[in-house]
């Protein structure tokens, strides 16, 4: 497959998860790439997102080194909530289903169920901020209900309950951890920008383990 040519079946995949294209999602399961395709949705989206990140760590007065640093951790936290969704889908998933389609199937279906944060970047938007973050979250697991749909091959209610499970799954791991998480994100946040952080369990969720969301929405406070 060309450079073009998967540039291509990227941004097809792109929008048809936006679309919550059934269709769409049958054709990558199918593909030969789909691994590398999802990668790639998933890397626009995180760009994206942290693009949205970079914007407000600018406006937390941070520069060089703790710039740097703090944009590599919330990547990196990102990159951890969704191997922990794709781990918890890949265990709940066979025992309602009856059927393993196997960690690499799941771990692609949640990297192209990150699609919607294409738009992350606008999360910066002062006061609408959190509205567009919440709108983009349930984006995100609506289409990945489609997609588990099709991975574990069964009903559209019986996907639903696998992505329901699984979302009250992360919720409760949210909280278990929230302290020591909490912690250490507070503490890498004092150290890069000498300020408490108060993050909650919305960051943990968004993988935002070392931004505060209620860091982000109010440039106006850091002039």
Same mark, same amino acid.
């Given at each position: ?7 291509? *079946?990227?941004?097809?995949?792109i @929008?048809? &998860? =936006?679309?919550?294209?059934? %269709?769409? +999602?049958?054709?990558?399961?199918? /593909? ?82 990150? *699609?919607?944060?294409?738009?992350? @970047?606008f &999360? =910066?938007?002062?006061?609408? %901020?959190? +509205?567009?973050?919440?709108?983009? /979250? ?56 000498g ?8 960051d ?15 440039p106006e *406070?850091?002039?």
């Open positions: 497959m060309g450079i073009l040519e998967f540039l291509g *079946a990227v941004g097809r995949v @929008v048809g &998860v =936006l679309g919550l294209d059934v %269709g769409n +999602a049958d054709w990558i399961a199918q /593909h030969p790439q789909r691994l590398g395709i999802a990668v790639a949705v998933a890397a626009i989206a995180g760009i994206s997102t942290l693009l949205g990140d970079a914007v407000v760590i600018f406006f937390n007065r941070l520069r060089g080194w703790r710039f740097a640093l703090t944009l590599a951790l919330n990547g990196i936290g990102m990159v951890l909530l969704y191997l922990v969704q794709a781990a918890v889908i890949y265990v709940i998933g066979p025992l309602i289903s009856g059927f393993d389609p196997g960690f690499t199937a799941v771990v692609t279906a949640v990297l192209l169920a990150t *699609a919607p944060l294409v738009f992350g @970047v &999360v =910066l938007v002062p006061y609408a %901020g959190p +509205a567009i973050a919440g709108f983009l /979250h349930v984006w995100g697991m609506v289409a990945l209900w489609v997609i588990v749909d099709v991975v574990f091959r069964i009903d559209h209610w019986t996907a639903l309950w696998i992505t329901l499970i699984s979302w009250l799954c992360m919720q409760v791991l949210s909280r278990a951890f929230a302290v020591p998480i909490r912690w250490i994100g507070d503490w890498i946040w004092r150290l890069v920008s300020q408490p952080s108060m993050i909650t369990g919305s943990l969720l968004s993988g935002h383990l070392f931004l505060p969301l209620g860091q982000r929405f109010d *406070a850091r002039s």
